[in-house]
């Protein structure tokens, strides 16, 4: 991991604003529910909006089919209580898990299970069904996590780069 951080995010030639800010891309669209597409996503906001496309990799990845649900879950409480100011997302919250419990193919290993086309695609039926409290609290998520990645990084360049002066060009 140390290599992978030292060697791929703090060693890039850019500079610290644009390393940070594909950091800070990165938890975005890695806290949004675009499983399958947030690579192509990601790469496109880096690239439009002047980021650096490597720094974000890592954590676009912060949803993945092992995280998915809990992150997902925790998202769409936060989007309901920004939305509806409801604190008790108990009653609308057990529907929500039962539906994902009850999901095609939800009985198979999750090794299995990340392979089943019908889970998938029940699975994006309930983030549909999720809506816009999903992507609030997703959007919320991402920033605040890409606000700490972006301040972290920019940090973490800076001071590695003072103590690892790149030699003079010929």
């Known amino acids: 991991m140390r290599h992978l951080v030292v060697h791929n995010i703090l060693h890039l030639d850019d500079t610290?604003?644009?390393i940070a800010f594909g950091v800070f891309l990165g938890f975005l669209v890695g806290a949004t529910p675009t499983i399958g597409i947030q690579m192509v996503v990601y790469v496109a906001l880096a690239a439009l909006l002047g980021a650096n496309k490597i720094s974000g990799i890592l954590p676009?990845?912060?949803?993945?089919?092992?995280?998915?649900?809990?992150?997902?879950?925790?998202n769409w409480r936060i989007g309901r209580f920004l939305m509806q100011g409801d604190?008790?997302?108990s009653g609308a919250g057990r529907a929500l898990i039962e539906k994902v419990i009850s999901l095609p193919g939800a009985d198979l290993p999750l090794h299995q299970r990340l392979f089943n086309a019908e889970f998938w695609s029940a699975a994006m039926d309930a983030f549909v069904a999720m809506g816009a409290e999903l992507?609030?609290?997703?959007?919320v998520v991402g920033v605040v996590a890409g606000a700490l990645g972006y301040w972290a990084t920019?940090?973490?360049?800076?001071?590695?780069?003072?103590?690892?002066?790149?030699?003079?060009?010929?």
Do not use: C, K, M
Not at 60 to 74: D, K, M
Not at 135 to 139: L, Y
Not at 154 to 170: D, G, I, K, S, T
């Open 16 to 18: 610290p604003h644009r």
């Open 60 to 74: 676009v990845w912060l949803s993945n089919p092992i995280t998915a649900v809990p992150l997902f879950y925790g």
């Open 87 to 89: 604190t008790d997302a």
């Open 135 to 139: 992507w609030v609290g997703s959007i």
């Open 154 to 170: 920019y940090q973490a360049v800076l001071a590695y780069r003072r103590h690892h002066p790149h030699p003079p060009e010929p």
